[in-house]
């Protein structure tokens, strides 16, 4: 486990304006620059300078200007279910005053993802990839956050991987630096119900790294352009090794679903995060609206709740958009294309972010999850607050 390394040198709220002002340099080649490293990858640029037209130099040139400007340009998105890990959102709403200890809480099952404060029903959000055949012991860890009195209710929603789209350029004016909403052709686009794109629920949650893929893994969900050399020094193993392992088990086994590209397409301080649950009739709903979205660019990413017609998307949206997007989202209701929603607004200066906890992986044996420990440790909190509190 590492924690983003973004978050450990400076607050979520300035690497937010940070990248919000990377917006300011993207002119046209930059936009085809960045859309061909999701595309094709990140590290290869050399394909990213064919495929663009461009000259080698100058998209080597213009990714080291834009990461000594603006820092890690692209980060990976595993695919959680090859680790045999299964992921978890998880809502909570904190009794008053024990917030603080609600979020270590939180932490103390070191399977997190994400933990952030929220608003609008509960105080709390997290993503969590749990060990497959340990769900219901991490079920069984959140009843006990609320039998020992630190929270009110506890929602746990097991979720598919995170489906990322890149950005919809398209409709980016680069002169202006201005963005077109097109919220009445996106509602069309779901109503058409023509999407041929699906989403579906993981087939399988076998493990198929070793230690060292993970430990890989962990660099590349910091910095997908992690430098190999120092990456093998920090391992002890050969750059030769390194490039292998990447090139033949990590990206051969499809350990990477793909390459998220850090953009802020908003100044954040004029916009609202939102985590939705979108629920659908059937599957064709559902799909239509997933299909859709890579269109919507709003929409940062989605997943599929396991076993249900239900989407959880996340929203990244100017505060003077905010209400065309809520009033899209009724209009689909209206129209019988989304059976219900619900939503909390994501806090995003509380944000604490950590990669996968490979220390608590061992070869041959397999993710360790052990519930008692985990209950002790609640108990050392709740003990904690209850002192705190007097």
Same mark, same amino acid.
């Given at each position: 486990?590492?924690?983003?390394?973004?978050?450990?040198?400076?607050?979520?709220?300035?690497?937010?304006? &940070?990248?919000?002002?990377?917006?300011?340099?993207?002119?046209?080649?930059?936009?085809?620059? =960045?859309?061909?490293?999701?595309? =094709?990858?990140?590290?290869?640029?050399?394909?990213?300078?064919?495929?663009?037209?461009?000259?080698?130099?100058?998209?080597? *040139?213009?990714?080291?200007?834009?990461?000594?400007?603006?820092? !890690?340009?692209?980060?990976?998105?595993?695919?959680?279910?090859?680790?045999?890990?299964?992921?978890?959102?998880?809502?909570?709403?904190?009794?008053?005053?024990?917030?603080?200890?609600?979020?270590?809480?939180?932490? %103390?099952?070191?399977?997190?993802? /994400?933990? /952030?404060?929220?608003?609008?029903?509960?105080?709390?959000?997290?993503?969590?990839?749990?060990?497959?055949? +340990?769900? $219901?012991?991490?079920?069984?860890?959140?009843?006990?956050?609320?039998?020992?009195?630190?929270?009110?209710?506890?929602?746990?929603?097991?979720? #598919?991987?995170?489906?990322?789209?890149?950005?919809?350029?398209?409709?980016?004016?680069?002169?202006? $630096?201005?963005?077109?909403?097109?919220?009445?052709?996106?509602?069309?686009?779901?109503? @058409?119900?023509? +999407?041929?794109?699906?989403?579906? *629920?993981?087939?399988?949650?076998?493990?198929?790294?070793?230690?060292?893929?993970?430990? !890989?893994?962990?660099?590349?969900?910091?910095?997908?352009?992690?430098?190999?050399?120092? %990456?093998?020094?920090?391992?002890?193993? /050969?750059?030769?090794?390194?490039?292998?392992?990447?090139?033949?088990? !990590?990206?051969?086994?499809?350990? !990477?679903?793909?390459?998220?590209?850090?953009?802020?397409?908003?100044?954040?301080?004029?916009?609202?995060?939102?985590?939705? =649950?979108? #629920?659908?009739?059937?599957?064709?709903?559902?799909? #239509?609206?997933?299909?859709?979205?890579?269109?919507?660019?709003?929409?940062?990413?989605?997943?599929?709740?396991?076993?249900?017609? @239900? &989407?959880? %998307?996340?929203?990244?949206?100017?505060?003077?958009?905010?209400?065309?997007?809520?009033?899209?989202?009724? @209009?689909?209701?209206?129209?019988?294309?989304?059976? *219900?929603?619900?939503?909390?607004?994501?806090?995003?200066?509380?944000?604490?972010?950590?990669?996968?906890?490979?220390?608590?992986?061992? *070869?041959?044996?397999?993710?360790?999850?052990?519930?008692? $420990?985990?209950?002790?440790? =609640?108990?050392?909190?709740?003990?904690?607050?209850?002192?705190?509190?007097?």
């Amino acid at each position: 486990m590492r924690c983003a390394e973004p978050i450990d040198r400076i607050s979520v709220e300035k690497c937010y304006q &940070l990248l919000g002002k990377l917006m300011y340099a993207l002119d046209d080649n930059n936009i085809r620059i =960045l859309r061909l490293m999701h595309e =094709l990858g990140p590290r290869n640029l050399l394909a990213v300078a064919r495929a663009s037209g461009l000259p080698p130099t100058s998209v080597y *040139d213009r990714a080291r200007k834009l990461e000594e400007q603006f820092g !890690i340009l692209s980060i990976a998105n595993l695919d959680h279910a090859k680790l045999g890990l299964r992921k978890c959102i998880t809502l909570v709403e904190s009794n008053p005053g024990l917030e603080d200890f609600v979020s270590e809480a939180l932490a %103390i099952p070191n399977y997190w993802k /994400t933990i /952030t404060r929220c608003e609008g029903g509960f105080t709390h959000y997290a993503l969590h990839a749990i060990p497959e055949g +340990h769900d $219901r012991e991490f079920e069984k860890y959140m009843a006990a956050t609320q039998e020992r009195g630190l929270v009110r209710k506890c929602q746990t929603v097991w979720v #598919s991987d995170y489906h990322y789209a890149f950005p919809n350029f398209r409709l980016y004016d680069p002169v202006n $630096r201005t963005w077109a909403f097109e919220w009445d052709k996106w509602f069309d686009l779901v109503k @058409k119900k023509d +999407h041929s794109k699906a989403i579906a *629920d993981p087939s399988d949650y076998s493990v198929e790294a070793d230690k060292s893929d993970l430990l !890989i893994l962990t660099e590349l969900e910091l910095n997908a352009r992690a430098k190999f050399s120092e %990456i093998s020094d920090a391992m002890g193993i /050969t750059l030769q090794a390194v490039k292998y392992r990447y090139d033949k088990r !990590i990206l051969g086994r499809g350990l !990477i679903r793909d390459f998220v590209i850090n953009l802020a397409v908003h100044p954040p301080e004029l916009a609202d995060v939102y985590e939705i =649950l979108l #629920s659908f009739e059937d599957r064709e709903g559902m799909n #239509s609206f997933f299909g859709a979205s890579e269109e919507m660019f709003p929409i940062l990413r989605a997943v599929k709740v396991l076993g249900e017609t @239900k &989407l959880g %998307i996340r929203t990244f949206c100017p505060r003077n958009e905010t209400g065309e997007l809520f009033g899209m989202l009724s @209009k689909l209701a209206r129209s019988a294309l989304v059976s *219900d929603y619900s939503a909390v607004r994501i806090r995003s200066e509380t944000q604490a972010r950590q990669t996968v906890s490979a220390e608590l992986f061992e *070869d041959k044996v397999g993710w360790k999850y052990i519930l008692g $420990r985990h209950l002790a440790t =609640l108990d050392s909190v709740v003990e904690h607050a209850k002192v705190s509190s007097r």
